[in-house]
């Protein structure tokens, strides 16, 4: 009898102690495991294409745009003028139809459906170019030299609405219009509605 009461003695003893080692309301440390969350956009924000569009309006044409935030982004390319456009006036081709120009083109975009750089945009563009030709000289003589070469900035700005589609997030197709007008010298010679036939690349 009295190695019965001592045994549950030491048992009660016993739950007692572990009672007050373990504290039922005390919080408890779980180990977390260790998790990576990659974040990827909707689209890539780099594009790099080439413009066949731009033979139209007698130019070679590449750009390298990024989006800078969901619905704006940049661009920037160098712009080879090789002639007038294709729809030009006969004046403005008699000016420049011997021309050749080299320059640089850049400006933005806004889209305002689709997460930049993909979906439809509005954008402003502006080019300049160091531009050379050769002209008849003014009141000249049939003895002697008839025609000049000329030297000078020519600017294209204007606005353009388009559409860019990113296919697998890697390929680019992009198709748009606008109007520009034509400054030679800071004067306007002309106007165009260039037109946008884009493929290239998208990481």
Do not use: C, K
């Not at 019965?4 to 016993?14: E, H, K, Y």
């Not at 969350?37 to 750009?63: E, F, K, M, S």
């Amino acid at each position: 009898m009295r190695a019965s009461v001592l045994g549950a003695m030491v048992v009660l003893n016993a739950q007692a102690a572990l009672a007050q080692q373990v504290d039922p309301s005390a919080p408890v440390a779980v180990a977390a495991p260790n998790y990576t969350l990659a974040i990827r956009r909707a689209v890539p924000a780099n594009t790099v294409v080439a413009d066949p569009g731009a033979l139209l309006h007698g130019a070679v044409l590449v750009q390298y745009e990024r989006a800078v935030t969901p619905s704006l982004s940049v661009f920037v390319g160098p712009r080879v003028q090789y002639g007038p456009w294709v729809f030009a006036s006969s004046a403005e081709r008699d000016r420049v139809g011997s021309a050749f120009g080299i320059g640089v083109e850049l400006g933005g975009r806004v889209y305002m459906h689709g997460f930049a750089p993909a979906g439809m945009f509005i954008g402003l563009v502006a080019s300049g170019l160091v531009h050379s030709w050769t002209e008849a000289l003014p009141g000249t003589l049939t003895a002697g030299p008839t025609q000049q070469a000329v030297t000078g900035a020519l600017i294209h700005t204007g606005v353009q609405l388009g559409y860019q589609v990113i296919v697998r997030r890697a390929f680019v197709v992009s198709i748009g219009v606008g109007v520009s007008l034509v400054l030679h010298n800071a004067e306007v010679v002309d106007w165009v509605t260039p037109v946008r036939l884009a493929f290239g690349w998208a990481f």
